[in-house]
């Protein structure tokens, strides 16, 4: 998919219009080469989607963003970005050893290669969810441009261990003292991925039981 031509590496976004698009080649595509795609649906509001993919790639600020941890962190997400858009942000998650030490963030802007080294803060709180949700979405990525059969399996494990509904897990409602489903929500139309226990709340209230179950 054009990769091993791209040795630049520049980054190539695309766009898909409409139900008749195949966004699954465009999205590989882009992801195969640094970038995401976006789709514009077919709506009077379509000019305003359009606008606002312009306005987030418009302003790149950095290229070639890279997170270098030196030791005593483990299982850490993605750490290499190929651009920052003013107003973008970098979330990276990962597990820390006693002895953690920040890392260094270096990149190439528009006087050449810098570097930073962030400070640290201490978070009272739990963020092992966080993780685990990142994890998720980067292997659910990972998945759309490789074929490690894998990958899908280790993102399932973490969603039903943390109670996630994600592209590979469903949620099930079922009527109580009955075993038959009334009403099945694929978590692959979901846009925002809610969070198992917020939907249990909602669901409780007039239909009692919920199961996790795979699709």
């Known amino acids: 998919m054009t990769t091993s031509?791209?040795?630049?590496?520049?980054?190539?976004?695309?766009?898909?219009?409409?139900?008749?698009?195949?966004r699954d080649f465009l999205?590989?595509?882009?992801?195969?080469?640094?970038?995401?795609s976006k789709h514009i649906?077919?709506?009077?509001?379509?000019?305003?989607q359009l606008e606002e993919f312009y306005k987030g790639i418009s302003s790149p600020l950095l290229a070639n963003v890279n997170f270098k941890y030196v030791n005593n962190v483990e299982s850490v997400t993605t750490t290499i970005f190929p651009v920052l858009f003013y107003g973008s942000e970098f979330y990276i998650?990962?597990?820390?050893?006693?002895?953690?030490?920040?890392?260094?963030?270096?990149?190439?802007g528009r006087v050449g290669s810098l570097?930073?080294?962030?400070?640290?803060?201490?978070?009272?709180?739990?963020?092992?969810?966080?993780?685990?949700?990142?994890?998720?979405k980067k292997l659910l990525q990972d998945d759309k441009t490789n074929d490690d059969k894998g990958l899908k399996e280790r993102a399932l494990e973490?969603?039903?261990?943390?109670?996630?509904?994600?592209?590979?897990?469903?949620?099930?409602?079922?009527?109580?003292?009955?075993?038959?489903?009334?009403d099945t929500e694929d978590a692959s139309k979901s846009v925002d991925h809610l969070d198992?226990?917020?939907?249990?709340?909602?669901i409780k209230k007039r239909l009692g039981k919920v199961l996790l179950t795979l699709l």
């Not at 649906?41 to 305003?48: G, Q, R, T, V």
């Open 115 to 136: 570097k930073f080294k962030p400070n640290l803060l201490n978070v009272s709180n739990s963020l092992e969810r966080l993780w685990a949700y990142l994890t998720i």
């Open 93 to 108: 998650s990962g597990i820390a050893i006693k002895g953690f030490q920040a890392p260094d963030v270096i990149g190439c």
């Open 196 to 202: 198992l226990r917020v939907k249990k709340k909602l």
């Open 27 to 36: 999205q590989k595509l882009s992801l195969k080469n640094y970038a995401f």
């Open 158 to 182: 973490l969603a039903l261990k943390y109670s996630f509904v994600t592209d590979v897990s469903s949620l099930v409602v079922v009527k109580p003292d009955s075993s038959s489903a009334v």
């Open 41 to 48: 649906y077919e709506a009077s509001d379509a000019s305003l």
């Open 5 to 22: 031509f791209n040795k630049r590496k520049v980054p190539i976004f695309s766009l898909s219009f409409g139900d008749g698009a195949d």
